[in-house]
């Protein structure tokens, strides 16, 4: 392990963390909704230098305000992600590959929690940015077979996910589909097995979760819970475990 790259990699990750809470910020609003630009207590503009200050303690720069996700969240959960990427993927294209794909899937994953909903103009970059590093991995070392199977894999997973959101609509949306792409080209890339290991450890997190809450009575048959996190908490774990 490159204990230098991780460090980095961490770091940067703090720093990232603090961009992708705005983004969190201003997309977790109701579909259909703008993109949030400005505090909704104080109408203060949100890329404005005061609000970035305070971004992290999850305040609004101008009123104090609560905004987004906790104080330090997202910025901590980016930076340990990173961290591990760095210590477990290698080389440093496929490395590339898994951190873009990191760096995506943690906002999406804070405002599907939020507001259930997987925004475009991130599911979008996330398959793109890891398709076009993954092709640029495999045309460095001629891995071609191993870019037919990622790609093949992300056709899968967003297959699947597309049926699922046809049967039943209310459990899993088009949202679902277009970031089970990028996961799922990530995924196959390690191997078929990664690739069902994974998006079959999404699945049972979703339902252990759901049975949680149903057993303690903090939702009933109607509550529709977000697939986005765990699908992309089941994905990450296999990139990170290698299994
Ligand atoms: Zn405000």
């Known amino acids: 392990m490159n204990l230098i ?10 720093v990232a963390g603090w961009g992708q809470r705005a983004v969190i910020v201003r997309y977790a ?5 703008p993109p949030l630009r400005c505090c909704p207590d104080c109408g203060h503009r949100l890329l404005d230098a005061r609000q970035l200050g305070l971004a ?10 609560r905004t987004g996700p906790p104080p330090l969240a997202v910025e901590v959960t980016t930076a340990l992600l990173l961290g591990a990427l760095a210590a477990r993927v290698h080389p440093g294209l496929v490395l590339a590959a898994a951190c873009w794909l990191a760096l995506c899937s943690v906002p999406l994953a804070f405002i599907d929690a939020a507001v259930r909903r ?12 890891t ?25 899968a997973l967003s297959g699947f996910c597309l049926v699922l959101a046809l049967v039943s609509p209310s459990g899993m ?29 999404g699945f049972l997190l979703a339902a252990v979760y759901g049975a ?12 529709q819970m977000p697939f986005g996190p ?5 994905a990450l774990l296999v990139i990170l475990t290698g299994a």
């Not at 609003?29 to 909704?33: E, L, N």
């Not at 949680?212 to 509550?223: F, V």
Request: hydrophobic share 55%; proline share 4%; charged share 10%.
């Open 173 to 201: 949306g088009m949202g679902d589909v277009k970031a089970a792409a990028g996961l799922g080209t990530m995924m196959a890339w390690q191997g078929w097995t990664a690739l069902i290991a994974g998006g079959f450890a």
């Open 56 to 65: 992290p303690l999850a305040r609004c720069g101008a009123c104090g305000s």
């Open 29 to 33: 609003v109701p579909a259909g909704d």
């Open 5 to 14: 790259l991780a460090t980095s990699l961490a770091a940067a990750g703090l």
């Open 118 to 129: 997987l925004p475009d103009v991130l599911t979008g970059p996330a398959f793109a940015g």
């Open 212 to 223: 949680a809450l149903m057993i303690s009575g903090r939702a009933t048959r109607k509550y």
């Open 131 to 155: 398709a076009l590093l993954l092709l640029t991995a495999a045309s460095a070392d001629g891995h071609w077979h191993v870019l037919a199977r990622a790609g093949l894999g992300g056709v």
């Open 230 to 234: 765990f699908m992309i908490v089941g």
